[in-house]
């Protein structure tokens, strides 16, 4: 979340009486003191490149929070990536907010990661989002906005993930997934991938473009609405900053780097290629409502064995499991009943293994 919007998401915090919500926007319910933290308004200032796009740095004071913002602690480092930090300078917490210096076309945008972003204090919150930041500064109430957050937001009993779609005059979620969740390590992908009139969000183990196995999907939500916008003005943000302006519980620093931003065409239709050592496969009609093809390339005669898995690594069907001709083969997966959701197809033939993602909507 920006800052620039209020945004009416109603949160729950410690100490607030049971059935009674606190409504907390970008400006906070503590804004009043911000400027005597932070005498300047935010503004953005200090641009520099980074992976293939130009970007500035956030300063001054304001929401989300409200923060003081410093762009010190967004500092790239060659090699290694952006530095995002929320730290004390004496008796204030300095957070950390970047943005592309122009909007960004629809695409497929992942964030590689490196720090326990699981286990962030509860009053430390991360995101990575678009947002209209035209919109936002001429005044419009409720930009677009496509959140991938990470953060209790003040609650050490609150789910720490949330996957969040803002419309344009709707002024709330217009699609809203909290869910908790656990890494393995410290390397994560938080990936965006957007199209006109659709959002997949997915948070990955490790750095990649596409979950290929089943374990490397950590969560994922998908949203298929008019309401998502197409190209105009959205940028991409990062941040790292205090819920409400409240210091982290336990009085530590914080520091996540972005490692990496890759963008590619949006992915929700398509398929990464195969490496050439791989049993050919591709995958039409994906996302379906009702089944998909898979379109198979055998190089030579021999077994071949296609299976259908779900996120947790699940059997759930078997289309193929016999010898085959070398050329090409096409079989549908038709589930009855249909069942929503991310499944992975995994091939076997001439001693490789190619997986590919599968999605089935409502």
């Not at 720490?160 to 656990?182: I, K, M, Q």
């Amino acid at each position: 979340m920006t800052g620039a919007a209020p945004r009416p998401r109603i949160r729950v915090l410690p100490g607030v009486v049971a059935g009674v919500a606190l409504l907390t926007t970008d400006g906070g319910p503590a804004s009043a003191n911000c400027s005597a933290q932070c005498p300047s308004p935010a503004t953005w200032t200090q641009p520099f490149s980074f992976a293939g796009l130009l970007w500035e740095r956030k300063s001054g004071c304001g929401g989300p929070g409200p923060n003081c913002w410093a762009p010190e602690n967004a500092e790239p480092v060659s090699g290694d990536g952006i530095h995002l930090r929320l730290t004390r300078v004496g008796g204030r917490w300095l957070a950390a907010e970047i943005r592309t210096a122009a909007p960004v076309p629809c695409g497929s945008y992942s964030f590689y990661l490196v720090g326990r972003t699981d286990l962030l204090d509860p009053n430390v919150v991360l995101g990575t989002f678009l947002y209209d930041d035209a919109a936002g500064e001429a005044g419009a109430p409720c930009p677009d906005e496509l959140d991938l957050e990470s953060s209790r937001f003040g609650d050490p009993a609150a789910p720490n993930g949330h996957f969040v779609s803002y419309a344009s005059g709707t002024c709330g979620p217009a699609d809203l997934d909290d869910f908790r969740y656990s890494l393995t390590g410290t390397h994560t992908t938080h990936q965006i991938d957007w199209a006109p009139g659709a959002v997949a969000f997915r948070l990955m183990h490790g750095h990649r473009t596409a979950p290929d196995l089943p374990e490397h999907l950590v969560a994922e939500r998908s949203f298929v609405s008019s309401l998502v916008p197409g190209a105009g003005g959205m940028r991409l943000h990062a941040n790292l900053w205090a819920f409400a302006g409240n210091p982290p519980a336990d009085q530590q620093e914080v520091e996540v780097v972005i490692r990496d931003i890759v963008p590619a065409h949006p992915t929700l239709a398509a398929d990464p290629p195969p490496a050439a050592t791989d049993p050919a496969m591709a995958v039409r009609q994906n996302p379906s409502r009702g089944g998909v093809d898979f379109q198979i390339e055998l190089p030579e005669e021999g077994p071949m064995r296609l299976t259908i898995l779900d996120v947790t690594g699940r059997r759930v069907a078997t289309l193929a499991d016999a010898s085959f001709q070398a050329g090409r083969h096409r079989l549908r997966w038709a589930p009855a009943p249909l069942t929503t959701g991310v499944y992975f197809a995994r091939l076997v033939a001439g001693g490789r293994m190619a997986t590919r993602r599968v999605v089935l909507l409502e």
